[in-house]
Each structure stands twice: as C-alpha cells, then as structure tokens.
C-alpha cells in the first residue's frame, strides 16, 4: 500500500533570510564569511536574490499550489543600528506579507533564525544582560509593523543549535568553545522566547487580532546509542538528549529552567506555546558525547541518517509533555542530485500520515537551494534548482512531486510509481567510498 491521505495538515515550504535574501552586509554570518569560515568560499551576500526575486518566487509557490510559507525577517535590516529602525526594510517586508496573502498562501513569519546584527554582535550577542529587552524591542516593533499582515509567529529558530554550534563547538559566530557559555546562551533564548510570546500577544491583541499563534523552532532528533546493549551508550544517549533537547523544552515551553541551565530572575513556570514548531532532520547515535552515522544505514549527501520514523518519535515524545498543535517546521534533506528526495518526502509524509498525532502543518526544507551556513552554497536542500551564477531557477523532480501531493493532499498509487518508486538512499558505505574530501557532517 503506497497511498496515504494527509488529512487537515497544510502543507508549505520553509525559508530563512540569510540563506536566500542577499545583499546585507551588516550581520554576523556575512562577517563569519569575511573571516573564510565558509567551507565553499561563498558568500550570504549572493544567496538567491530573494530580496530582489521574491515576487518570482511567491508566484512559483503559487504555481505549486503551497499553502502556508515559513519565512524569516532580518534584523540587521529592520534595526540596522542599535535602536534605528529602518521603515524601508519594514516596507519591504510588509510587501511581501501583502503578496503572500494576495495569493492565498498562510505565512508564518520566524524572528530571529540564527543571524544577528553585527552591533548585536559586538556587544556580546545573548550572552549580554541587555540582550533579552533589545530582542523584545525589535520583536515588539516588527508585530506593531507586521501584525496586521501575519498571525503566526515563530520566536527563535532552533535555539540550541544556535548555542551549541557557537558557543560549544566554535564552528559558527561567535566561535566560542565554553559550555558554561553554551548554557547560558541557550537559558537565554528560551527567556527571550518566553517573553516574546508573553509580548507578541498582548501587542497584537493592541491591535485588534485575536487569531494569535507563537511558538518556537525546536531542532529535534533521535539520540540512539549507537550499541543499544552497552550502558554507558545508553546512558550517553538519554544525556546528550537531555543536554541538547529536552532541557530547552522544558524551558522555553514550560519556564522551568533545570540544572544546568540557569534559571532566569521572574519567569513563571506556565506554557508558553500555542503549537509545536519541530525541525526534525535525521538521529545521532551516541558514544559517549559525540555524534556517529550507523554504518550501512541510509544518509543523505552531508552523511546524515535518513530515518523518517523518528520525526513522529520526536513529535510524540514532546507532545506527551506539552500537549498542543504539532507543526512539523523543517524536514528536508541535502540531496545535489535530487535522487532520492522524493522518497524522503514520501516517507516522512506517510509516517506523518499513520500516527495518530496532531500534526497541523508540514514546512518542507527548503523552498530553494540556497546558502546553508558552513556549507556556503554546496549543499542543496531546495525543491527548487537555483543556479547561483545566473539565478535561473528550475523546479526539480521533486518540486514537482511535493506540488502534485498538495494537489492531492496525500499520495496515490500512481503518484508513487511515478516519483517513489525508482528512488534509493545512498548508504553511508556507498558516501564514504565516493567522498574525495574527508566528510562534512553538522555535529549538531
Ligand atoms: C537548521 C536551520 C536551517 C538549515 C536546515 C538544513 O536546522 O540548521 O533551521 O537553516 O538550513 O536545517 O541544515
């Protein structure tokens, strides 16, 4: 039995700024490129010309039949420096909200996704005392001039991996290498986030909207031992988790900050969530506390496991603890050649699809290729093909077999046959025998 029927759960694609926008050179992430961190040598400024090409790009989307469009707004460009807000930039943003609304396509608009001014930067990031109430000012502002146009918010995208990939292992801005600091980066999100959600709301209901949805992005995967009969693999898996995962849960959606996290000075426990925004890509298997790829199982170009069963494992355990609306907010693969991300679309849909869990909404990562942070514009995740050179942009195969399951809202036989079928994962076997260059996988 190849078909399933998605039921009520909208189906969209999901963006950020820096990795499609271009154009900004006032963030950290085009920094961290000026200091030859990015493993291809390119640069955010190019990206995909979304800044310029977006009204291309919505009318694609159109075309596809997208429902709902998971999209960020740049800091660096609505507060340029620190406490000047740039109506432009606003402009330009409530440009799009109009047009996506125009065309019937729900957005949900993400804050903060990873890049920060670089003002914000120098002074410390989030590790600065100030840095909760100049996120809410900026959160605050972008709700007073977006609000009328958006509904939906996503606070912070993926706060952990922000914290660990910058604070733990240094490998993004501002490269720090302390756990005492990835601890309180991280505390700190989830106070922002807290307090954003608190924000949003009452300033939109300022506004006359009582149609509200705040949430956060919660980068979520399986952490497995990687021999399930060793112990210590076992008790390493349950801690990396709980490191990485579950104590920000805890924080950001409940307000109970746990050892280690420090616990911010008056937040209340309570739930501050209207869904569960999931980004769910792939599981780990743990030995003692780093990441390993079981060999012989299914990984994707970058070597990540491709293991669909997982994301409703993710979505469950989180929901069996803070019962709400499950969003499934990124699930995507890096696949150059557009060989196998049919079938992992299929499969994580259909998984979706059996579980008997409130999944609401699908994002599938991503739109289009575009720059994905260390791996510059190497690794290609999108649906859509983006010539970076030209900009030409060309649906794939895929592309169009993600239109045709919206069409459908779900996946026939035929539908299989024609995109499914054919389709195998590469292993990780078969990847490390054809990588000429030593491999490339995200720790986190
Ligand atoms: C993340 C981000 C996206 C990535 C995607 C693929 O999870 O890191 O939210 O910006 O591009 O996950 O790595």
């Known amino acids: 039995m190849a078909s399933f029927h998605l039921r009520d759960i909208l189906l969209g694609v999901a963006s950020a700024a820096t990795q499609i926008e271009g154009g900004d050179t006032n963030n950290s992430w085009y920094d961290w490129y000026c200091q030859g961190k990015i ?67 729900r957005p949900l608009l993400t804050l903060h996704h990873f890049t920060n001014p670089l003002w ?34 996503i606070t912070i995208n993926e706060p952990n991996v922000y914290a660990v990939q910058g604070y733990l292992y240094g490998l993004w801005p501002p490269g720090r290498k302390s756990l005492a600091a990835t601890l309180r980066v991280m505390a700190r999100l989830a106070e922002c986030h807290i307090r954003a959600y608190t924000l949003i709301h009452q300033v939109h209901k300022g506004m006359g909207r009582t149609d509200t949805q705040v949430g956060f992005a919660h980068h979520m995967r399986i952490f497995a031992p990687l021999n399930p009969k060793n112990p210590w693999h076992r008790i390493c898996a349950r801690g990396v988790s709980s490191l990485f995962q579950d104590l920000l849960a805890q924080a950001a959606l409940g307000g109970r900050f746990r050892f280690p996290l420090p616990k911010p000075k008056a937040i209340q426990s309570g739930a501050y969530y209207d869904f569960l925004g999931i980004n769910y890509y792939t599981r780990s298997s743990v030995r003692g506390f780093a990441d390993h790829v079981r060999p012989g199982v299914p990984v994707n170009d970058l070597g990540w496991e491709i293991w669909p069963e997982g994301l409703v494992a993710c979505a469950r355990s989180l929901y069996k603890a803070f019962p ?38 699908y994002y599938h990562w991503c739109f289009c290729d575009n720059f994905e942070w260390l791996e510059g514009e190497s690794a290609r995740f999108g649906l859509v093909h983006i010539d970076f ?5 060309t649906i794939k195969r895929s592309g169009r077999f993600y239109a045709a399951l919206i069409g459908q809202n779900g996946c026939d036989d035929a539908l299989y046959e024609a995109f499914v079928a054919d389709q195998a994962y590469p292993t990780r076997a078969r990847l490390d025998a054809n990588r000429k260059a030593p491999g490339t996988e995200r720790i986190c």
Not at 120 to 140: C, I, K, N, V, W
Not at 327 to 341: H, L, M, P, Q
Not at 389 to 393: G, H, I, K
């Open 324 to 361: 709400a609306p499950v969003y499934i907010t990124e699930n995507g693969t890096c696949d150059t050649e557009d060989a196998f991300r049919c079938r992992y679309i299929y499969e994580h849909l259909a998984a979706i699809a059996a579980s008997d869990l409130p999944v609401k909404r």
């Open 389 to 393: 050179a030209t900009q030409q942009r």
């Open 39 to 105: 493993k291809d040598g390119s640069s955010p400024l190019r990206a995909t010309d979304h800044i310029r090409l977006w009204p291309e790009d919505f009318d694609r989307m159109r075309d596809m039949g997208v429902r709902t469009y998971r999209m960020s707004v740049e800091w660096s460009r609505i507060e340029p420096e620190k406490g000047r807000f740039d109506d432009a930039a606003l402009e330009q943003y409530r440009a799009m909200l109009q047009r996506l609304n125009d065309l019937g396509i």
């Open 120 to 153: 914000f930067e120098q002074m410390g990031a989030f590790e600065h005392p100030d840095s909760t109430s100049l996120f809410l000012r900026y959160a605050a502002t972008v709700v007073r001039a977006l609000g009328d146009l958006v509904s939906d918010f």
